[in-house]
């Protein structure tokens, strides 16, 4: 949070106590705003998009190599500028973000999400193809750097705006509405962009399937302007008065936090363990097809099983974090026992890739959407636990640091299909350690919560904080 915020025993300037359309005044100090939802829904719309732009391509990537001539290679390229330009931007970002404030950080980056987009639209001017692949490229640096905000602020968000009992909600849905935007892009780009004739593709088949495309990247770019302008028009970096006593209180400086959270055991534990569990969980979604062709499951019946899993991770954390909003302080007890349970369905499904158990689309369908929901449930919940034990570096640095290994992770294990005949099975391993190395990290981690306690002592002195609905 910015340096220049309240102290223990100071009141923002802002609103007067008496001022009962600006919100609740719990005490001099403390004010929950209603706005809140909004400031809220807006970030979970820039992350939705953001995560449909970077997943364009995979699903008509049939239609975009028939149309362009787009090699495999490619098309991953274009996704992988995601991952690349999130690992070099995570410092600089997080900095912005820290130092200037969420508004200045969104609306740059979001206008970074409506250049790339737009300029995706400019084939009529300039229908070479070649100008159509440079442009597809630089959105997709354009849209990584949006990344960062995406995944580091949900947490940062919700300490500025929401009251105790509804943080750890708060930055789940942001993070689930990340999700989202893959599982609502699989269903709108087919939608929109019909497939290539599986016997051959003509002149005229070429023509319509680029016009079609044409539309989707306009749609894409009208969605984008329309939440650049929406950040423009309001979306204040933080309330006038702070809902809770750490969101109004100074913090460790940039580069302090930096080092200090290098050199907390517990918090390189929880990023080991997060990393882990979430960086490969996240990447063997988009490569999941690979590991089950062996099992005679098509591509179009992994897309299902790809849709299902999207929206019960969407489901799962959303309702396990407003169950640890209520019962706080039980934030590793729950991480231990999501990430056993999600290990088991994992072993499961690797005993059916091995054909050890016997398999089925609906087996293999009900089983994945459990492992990834059970595993994507944790995401909030490491955000959280880190944050508290951390305190009082900022949120924005935690995310960021969070993310950044997250994502080196996530590359990592996308290199190893470079190897030279190494299959897909050695996924399935992958995806077991993942979840068996991490809960023994969730377990060595010394759990506390400090930035709760210091929220409680103010609480338990004054008049307990209520939200205003």
């Known amino acids: 949070m910015p340096s ?21 005044v719990v005490n001099p100090k403390m004010v929950v705003y209603p706005q809140r939802w909004y400031i809220l829904f807006l970030f979970s719309l820039l992350c939705c998009h953001q995560c449909c732009v970077w997943n364009t391509w995979g699903p008509i990537a049939s ?74 490229h630089i959105t997709g640096i354009l849209n990584g750097f949006t990344g960062v905000v995406v995944m580091a602020a949900p947490a940062h968000l ?7 009992n509804e943080r750890t909600t708060a930055t789940s849905i942001a993070q689930a509405a990340n999700l989202l935007g893959n599982g609502l892009s699989m269903l709108m780009g087919p939608a929109i962009v019909s497939e290539p004739d599986s016997l051959g593709t003509s002149d005229e088949d070429i023509e319509r399937i680029r016009k079609e495309i044409d539309i989707y990247m306009f749609v894409n770019a009208g969605i984008a302007t329309y939440i650049f302008i929406s950040f423009c028009i309001y979306f204040p970096s933080k309330p006038p008065q ?77 309702v396990i974090s407003r169950f640890t909003d209520f019962f706080r302080h039980q934030m590793k007890k729950t991480l231990i026992l ?25 087996w293999l369908c009900v089983t994945t959407v459990a492992a990834t929901s059970l595993s994507f449930a944790c995401c909030p ?37 470079f190897v030279p005949n190494i299959g897909s099975l050695w996924m399935n391993y992958v995806l077991v350690g993942s979840v068996a190395f991490g809960v023994p990290a969730v377990v060595l981690v010394k759990e506390s919560y400090k930035r709760s306690a210091v929220d409680d002592g103010l609480i338990n002195n004054h008049v307990k904080a209520k939200s205003v609905q």
Do not use: H
Request: glycine share 10%; with cysteine.
């Open 158 to 164: 919700s300490c500025l705006w929401f009251p105790q």
């Open 4 to 24: 220049s915020s309240v102290s223990a025993s100071q009141t923002k300037p802002g609103i007067s106590d008496d001022d009962p359309s600006q919100g609740e």
């Open 242 to 318: 702070a809902p809770t006593l750490t969101s109004g209180l100074a913090r460790t400086d940039f580069l302090g936090g930096i080092k200090s959270l290098v050199k907390m055991k517990d918090i390189l534990l929880i990023t080991f363990a997060y990393s882990l569990s979430q960086g490969i969980m996240g990447v063997w979604m988009g490569v999941m097809v690979l590991n089950f062709r062996d099992l005679s499951i098509s591509d179009k019946q992994v897309g299902y099983i790809g849709l299902a899993s999207t929206v019960g991770q969407c489901i799962a954390s959303v």
């Open 63 to 136: 239609s975009v190599q028939a149309a362009y001539n787009w090699s495999d290679s490619t098309v991953a390229m274009i996704a992988n500028w995601g991952t690349i330009v999130f690992v070099i931007s995570a410092l600089p970002t997080s900095w912005l973000i820290e130092t200037k404030g969420l508004r200045p950080a969104c609306i740059l980056l979001s206008g970074f999400v409506m250049v790339g987009t737009g300029l995706r639209c400019f084939r009529f001017l300039q229908p070479d193809p070649s100008f159509f692949l440079v442009v597809s």
């Open 381 to 417: 919940l490491f955000f959280e636990l880190a944050v508290e034990i951390s305190y009082p570096v900022p949120e924005s640095v935690v995310g960021g640091f969070l993310s950044g290994i997250f994502n080196v992770v996530g590359t990592t294990f996308l290199l190893l299909f």
């Open 338 to 362: 999501l990430l056993m349970g999600s290990g088991s369905m994992y072993l499961l499904l690797a005993l059916m890739n091995f054909q050890v158990l016997p398999s089925s689309f609906l």
